[in-house]
């Protein structure tokens, strides 16, 4: 019985691959693979074990066929290795067996810190990556310590950057025959995630964590209901006025100190014990109809076991029922959050029985992988999408966040911004009239401004829909549509277009229209619930949410992409933050543990994360007097972690974001690049952490002043009927 349901249609068509590597994010990389279509076979120890992976084993073995390693003479597996078209593997934590690999193979290896920098090699957890690259130190209370991210982010992160690769490298392969290597690292992934908080180094500013609190907006926390806890995110002066009449309070919205938005940002503390000493007399759901009915950014904290019934996620096809064929058990996992009209992704129905394919995969006869095009180095490509042309309509962090990694892989990416700019463009620090976020979100991309409220914009941006690849867009749900470009309309004009959508809750929703920031997605999708500090749910520092959704729809782009190499036709992409978000809890779901286990002890000069929270530590802390509730005055981090070393345990110091460009790592593997842009200015970008070895992408230049495309973009469409 096959761990999936076949599809009509599916991204990938008989692509085979094999999954070797024992890290998460190999794993969540095989299972994206899967729900795009491949045949993914699982490689599974000779013993069971409970490490890595195979922690959460029946969450990774969904929607794979399995096969058990039985040795060097293991024939079965020997002529899978040679099979393959792709080869997953994580070389520092489960070295794979040397086979005889085919010129057109694509080998994707999965590690901590890649294969480069004074670092290579060495077996980091999720948990002390998050220490080692700021961002534990970027999420917790300001008054209180720095905290982990309660789930693997940076596995799966590594996962998505994976899969996202190994689509790049086939498209590669079918046009010059040849395969390459793939370098996916979670330190990389980790240092690409901090552009909220990199501007502060490069500025010569100092950033501190924010905890569930913005520096520039008040009231905005997590406050106590009756019966849980409800997310509140103001922005404005007019919504904390409305905020105020649906509490009862209309007085306070004049209230000397809480009159404007700095003032309350002043104020936070007091702000705070208003809004909550109303919400804590209300259920949760009380709270959400009532600040929601007046629009107010909103949404319950929910609780992993919660997002089983929650109506979106259900309405989406987000919660799956899983047949374990080993036990007989029916288990709940997240659906695929790879929304696609021709292909969506595929939901895993079956977890496989350890080694139950060993017998049909033995009769399965082949030879190693041929290519759909000609075996030619001379034909080699310089980037995987060169050619191609990306059509942005972003702003802040998602859709950016697509377009950027596109236009290093070679496309040529057009962004749109409104007359005055998008919004992020003059987020402080700024370097002249720009700002550095901006800079960092932005690089490789040519701004247009079009008005899309007149006739002759709208034009404009319909001939430039004829010249496009690939439409990327993270406005308010349904605001392209009702400027008279749904994806009925857009397909209209292109067929061959690729159209992607993101939004806090899709487009197909239980909450039509409705805005969302980062905060109040990672409130509604479990991430807050697994991050917690002395009970209280905590969001992570990072804009986790919106990392996952873009990172997803870069994918969901990609796929979509070879599937029109094949078929001439593009399709429409809805990809919803939350099922995004959703899909990287997985591993808390059930029986199975969330992962980033470490434990993070205060020294004199900072605090130093310990790998593992088993018995053996307790053991170990109590021996040398240690509790990670309290300070510990007298020892410093790095003669606790000689201490450490010496009975065999693995830690890394929590860093603070504030030193990251100093770090030998960050340097060796080129994560922060400085370009001049055309008015002469140096600025920091952010590396991609895609790495492979005969297409590399490429940062290239910052992006230039507003408006900067626009008179060669013009011209061009006016040659376009």
């Not at 810190?113 to 690259?133: E, H």
């Not at 899983?322 to 929304?339: E, T």
Request: with cysteine.
């Amino acid at each position: 019985m096959s761990a999936v349901a076949k599809a009509s249609v599916t991204a990938l068509d008989e692509v085979l691959v094999l999954e070797i590597g024992a890290r998460i994010g190999v794993g969540a990389c095989g299972s994206l693979l899967a729900q795009l279509g491949a045949d993914v076979v699982l490689v599974e120890p000779a013993q069971s074990l409970s490490q890595w992976k195979w922690r959460s084993r029946s969450v990774v073995a969904a929607g794979k066929r399995s096969v058990r390693a039985r040795g060097a003479d293991d024939d079965v597996l020997r002529q899978l290795l040679e099979r393959a078209d792709v080869v997953l593997v994580s070389s520092d934590v489960s070295a794979p067996s040397e086979w005889s690999r085919s010129d057109c193979q694509v080998v994707c290896d999965l590690t901590a810190f890649g294969n480069s920098g004074p670092l290579r090699g060495r077996a980091y957890t999720d948990a002390l990556i998050q220490a080692l690259s700021g961002i534990a130190d970027t999420t917790g209370d300001p008054s209180g310590p720095p905290t982990l991210v309660g789930l693997p982010i940076l596995e799966f992160s590594a996962g998505i950057y994976a899969a996202v690769s190994v689509l790049a490298a086939l498209r590669v392969r079918a046009r010059s025959g040849l395969g390459q290597d793939i370098d996916i690292a979670l330190y990389d992934c980790a240092i690409s995630m901090l552009a909220t908080f990199l501007p502060f180094p490069v500025s010569g500013k100092s950033v501190t964590r924010a905890g569930n609190k913005h520096s520039l907006a008040s009231p905005w926390n997590a406050y106590r209901a009756s019966d849980g806890w409800v997310l509140v995110c103001t922005a404005t002066d007019s919504q904390w006025a409305r905020l105020c009449e649906a509490i009862g309070r209309p007085e306070l919205a004049r209230e000397d100190g809480f009159s404007s938005n700095a003032q309350r940002v002043a104020n936070a503390g007091r702000v705070d014990s208003e809004v909550e000493r109303w919400t804590r007399e209300r259920s949760v759901s009380e709270c959400i109809e009532r600040l929601g009915a007046t629009g107010i950014a909103c949404g319950p904290i929910l609780t992993v076991p919660q997002l089983a019934t929650h109506d979106n996620l259900l309405h989406r096809g987000m919660i799956a029922e899983v047949h374990d064929a080993a036990s007989g058990a029916q288990l709940l996992l997240p659906g695929s959050p790879l929304k696609a009209s021709i292909t969506p992704g595929r939901t895993p129905s079956l977890i496989p029985v350890p080694d139950g394919d060993r017998e049909e995969l033995a009769a399965v006869k082949g030879s190693a992988p041929v290519s759909t095009g000609r075996l030619d180095p001379a034909r080699n490509c310089d980037s995987a999408y060169a050619g191609l042309r990306v059509v942005e309509i972003g702003q802040y962090t998602t859709a950016p966040l697509v377009a950027r990694q596109l236009a290093a892989l070679g496309a040529e990416v057009v962004k749109l911004e409104p007359p005055g700019g998008e919004g992020s463009r003059k987020w402080p620090p700024l370097q002249g009239d720009q700002g550095y976020f901006f800079a960092f979100s932005n690089s490789d991309k040519r701004s247009v401004v079009l008005d899309l409220r007149t006739d002759g914009d709208k034009q404009r941006f319909r001939k430039l829909l004829q010249t496009a690849d690939v439409l990327v867009e993270n406005l308010k749900p349904g605001a392209l549509a009702r400027l008279g470009f749904d994806a009925k309309e857009l397909s209209r004009i292109n067929p061959r277009l690729v159209y992607c959508a993101i939004s806090g809750f899709g487009l197909d929703s239980t909450y039509p229209g409705r805005p969302a920031f980062d905060t109040v997605v990672q409130a509604m999708c479990g991430f807050m619930d697994l991050t917690r500090t002395s009970g209280t749910p905590m969001k992570a520092g990072i804009s986790a949410a919106d990392i996952m959704g873009g990172e997803l729809a870069l994918l969901a782009i990609v796929a979509a992409l070879g599937y029109r190499d094949r078929s001439g036709v593009g399709q429409a992409i809805d990809i919803s933050m939350q099922d995004a978000a959703v899909w990287a809890t997985q591993l808390a779901w059930g029986t199975s543990e969330a992962g980033s286990k470490a434990l993070l002890v205060a020294c004199t000069d900072g605090h130093l994360a310990i790998d593992g929270m088993d018995e053996r530590l307790t053991d170990w802390l109590s021996a040398n007097d240690l509790d990670p509730q309290r300070a510990h005055t007298a020892v410093t981090k790095d003669a606790l972690a000689a201490r450490a070393a010496a009975d065999g345990f693995i830690t890394a110091p929590v860093n603070s974001v504030n030193d990251l460009l100093n770090e030998p790592q960050l340097i060796a593997r080129d994560l922060v690049l400085y370009s001049l842009a055309d008015d002469g200015l140096r600025w920091p970008l952010l590396n991609s952490p895609l790495r492979l070895s005969r297409t590399p992408p490429r940062v290239r230049r910052p992006i230039g002043r507003l408006g900067e495309g626009n008179e060669e973009i013009f011209s061009e469409l006016a040659g376009t009927r």
